[in-house]
Structure formats: C-alpha cells, structure tokens
T-cell receptor, first 111, second 114 residues
Framework: TQLLEQSPQFLSIQEGENLTVYCNSS?????LQWYRQEPGEGPVLLVT?????EVKKLKRLTFQFGDARKDSSLHITAAQPGDTGLYLC???????????FGPGTRLSVLP | DTGVSQDPRHKITKRGQNVTFRCDPI?????LYWYRQTLGQGPEFLTY????????KSRLLSDRFSAERPKGSFSTLEIQRTEQGDSAMYLC????????????FGEGSRLTVL
C-alpha cells in the first residue's frame, strides 16, 4: 500500500511570511498532485508534477517533486489570508488508476 | 453549472438505517471516484469506476457499502445498516482517463449517523 505523510499537520502564520509544507512517502509515484480544500467544499487541484526534480510555479506558490519521485514540497511566498485552507498531496499509483491522499496540512494565515 | 454535483449535501440518519448518495460527474468524464473524508483527515479512497465497470474497491470498504454506475454516467453509493463510525463527508470526483489525472471533486455529501 502506498502511503503519503504530510508535515506539518497544522501551521499558523502571519500575513506576509513564507512557509514550506512537505509530502513524503517511501513509495515511488508516477505523478503527484497538490490540492487545496476549503471548509464545506471539495479539494481543488493546484498543480500536477510528473518528472523527478521538476519545479513548477503558480504565482506565489512553488512546487517541487523529489528526484526519486517519493516526496514533494510546496513553498508559499508572502502568504495571504486567502491562502488559508487544507493543503493535500495526492499520489497517482504506478498503474495510473488510483490516487492516494495524504492527511493534509491545515494552514491558517492571520491578517 | 457543469461541475460534479452530489446529492444530498447533508444527511442525518439513525443507526441501522440505509442511506444512498448520488453523484453526477462532468459529462465527458469516464472515470468516477468515491472518497470518504473525516474531520482533519485527507480523503480516503473507497472505489472507482471507468465507464460502468467498477475497477477497484478499497479493502476498507465493508460489505455494507455498495456502489453502482449503471450506465457509465451518474453513480450511487449505498450504505446499509449505518453505524456511527460511518459519519463522514463522502466525496465524489470525476476525471478523464486520458488527461493528466486531474480529479474534479463535488462538494460532498455529509453523513451524520445518530
């Protein structure tokens, strides 16, 4: 069974600060996705990373896929209250059929 | 609205009753997933369909749970003889098998078992 761990579990910061959250596994994934979920809603895709070592930027968000495709990080620059939410990573299994989610990092950005 | 829709949004039931949730995926999507999410946790995979075929079921899914997608369009998830531990948000997602695998989620059906 492929499992994903995320850290930290909770993070509370002030507006304008930078932060990094992590997604780790002992398994190799063919691709990894990051989602953000707000209360009462389903998760919404932020990015998909496929190649080991890949870096993708989405405005103030920078995503990196580990060289061995077992881990990933999400860095947010100058966090804003609108970034508040549950950040989930999801790995696509090597058969390309199922997605396993991590437990999430709950981020709170205080104004 | 052409997104994934789920019904009902909220369901309160007594222990031992049966409940059924419906999911209408994005129309051209051939894959449909069911996940369960409890407070403070990530979504937990239950089962998924490609067209009308149920291709995988989680080992965590007890015999009380059954899902169907009879015509490869909408899907239903039924829970029989509900237990308090079934209380959770049930999320449906759809995707295109040929895409980069992006899952489009509905807003979920929240089940409370008293």
């Amino acid at each position: 069974t492929q499992l994903l761990e995320q850290s930290p579990q909770f993070l509370s910061i002030q507006e304008g600060e930078n932060l990094t959250v992590y997604c780790n596994s002992s398994s190799v994934f063919s691709s990894l996705q990051w989602y953000r979920q707000e209360p009462g809603e389903g998760p919404v895709l932020l990015v998909t990373v496929v190649t080991g070592g890949e870096v993708k930027k989405l405005k103030r968000l920078t995503f990196q896929f580990g060289d061995a495709r077992k881990d990933s990080s999400l860095h947010i620059t100058a966090a804003q209250p609108g970034d508040t939410g549950l950040y989930l990573c999801a790995g696509e299994d090597n058969y390309g059929q199922n997605f396993v989610f991590g437990p999430g990092t709950r981020l709170s950005v205080l104004p | 609205d052409t997104g994934v829709s789920q019904d009902p949004r909220h369901k309160i039931t007594k222990r031992g009753q049966n409940v059924t949730f419906r999911c209408d995926p994005i129309s051209e999507h051939n894959r449909l997933y069911w996940y369960r999410q409890t407070l403070g946790q990530g979504p937990e995979f239950l089962t998924y369909f490609q067209n009308e075929a149920q291709l995988e079921k989680s080992r965590l899914l007890s015999d009380r749970f059954s899902a169907e997608r009879p015509k490869g369009s909408f899907s239903t998830l039924e829970i029989q003889r509900t237990e308090q531990g079934d209380s959770a948000m049930y999320l449906c997602a759809s995707s295109l098998a040929t895409s980069d695998g992006e899952l489009f989620f509905g807003e979920g059906s929240r089940l409370t078992v008293l």
